[in-house]
T-cell receptor, first 115, second 112 residues
Framework: AQSVTQLDSQVPVFEEAPVELRCNYS??????LFWYVQYPNQGLQLLLK??????LVESINGFEAEFNKSQTSFHLRKPSVHISDTAEYFC?????????????FGTGTRLTIIP | NAGVTQTPKFQVLKTGQSMTLQCAQD?????MSWYRQDPGMGLRLIHY???????DQGEVPNGYNVSRSTTEDFPLRLLSAAPSQTSVYFC???????????FGEGSWLTVV
């Protein structure tokens, strides 16, 4: 079975400062990795995903994550955050090539941007 | 483009009552799932379906029932509500391996 650990439950960051949200996973097989974002009182939206190929993946709103197989990590980074980035961020993992009907989520990191 | 639609958005139940959370998607996705979200626990899979007529249990299936008679609909039934089922419930759908999962906006359920 797969598992995901998000090391920080809350991360406060000043506006325009950089941020890193940490995610580590555990799996005995190859995996797909995802970051989802949940804005207040809304459902989850896919932010970015790693399936194969380049280990650095980017989102359209400036976030990026790097798949590090040796460290079993998929940390999310943004060089300069904005107020609108305030949300909860979930890292998730599924077995590669088995579909993601059994997506396993981390416990989430609440990102708070301080003006 | 409606995507994944859940109803109701809010519901209060008394212990022992039953109810059904409705979920419909208009994207012709094969895979549909139900998750519950609790503080500090992330999202946990309750039941899922890989196509019409096929369902299976997830991580926390006890107290819930599902069926999938059509591709579009995947209702979640609470058989006899308990306070431990107070949670936010999300329905989700996706098409194939590695594809984006689309979530509904959630149903807030309180059992008193």
């Amino acid at each position: 079975a797969q598992s995901v650990t998000q090391l920080d439950s809350q991360v406060p960051v000043f506006e325009e400062a950089p941020v890193e949200l940490r995610c580590n996973y555990s799996s005995s097989v190859s995996v797909y990795l995802f970051w989802y974002v949940q804005y207040p009182n809304q459902g989850l939206q896919l932010l970015l995903k790693y399936l194969s190929g380049s280990t650095l993946v980017e989102s359209i709103n400036g976030f990026e994550a790097e798949f590090n197989k040796s460290q079993t990590s998929f940390h999310l980074r943004k060089p300069s955050v904005h107020i609108s980035d305030t949300a909860e961020y979930f890292c998730a993992v599924s077995r590669a090539n088995f579909g993601n009907e059994k997506l396993t989520f981390g416990t989430g990191t609440r990102l708070t941007i301080i003006p | 483009n409606a995507g994944v639609t859940q109803t109701p958005k809010f519901q209060v139940l008394k212990t022992g009552q039953s109810m059904t959370l409705q979920c419909a998607q208009d994207m012709n996705h094969e895979y549909m799932s139900w998750y519950r979200q609790d503080p500090g626990m992330g999202l946990r899979l309750i039941h899922y379906s890989v196509g019409a007529g096929i369902t299976d249990q997830g991580e926390v299936p006890n107290g819930y029932n599902v069926s999938r008679s059509t591709t579009e609909d995947f209702p979640l039934r609470l058989l006899s509500a308990a306070p431990s089922q107070t949670s936010v419930y999300f329905c989700a759908s996706h098409q194939d391996y590695g594809n984006t999962i689309y979530f509904g906006e959630g149903s807030w359920l309180t059992v008193v």
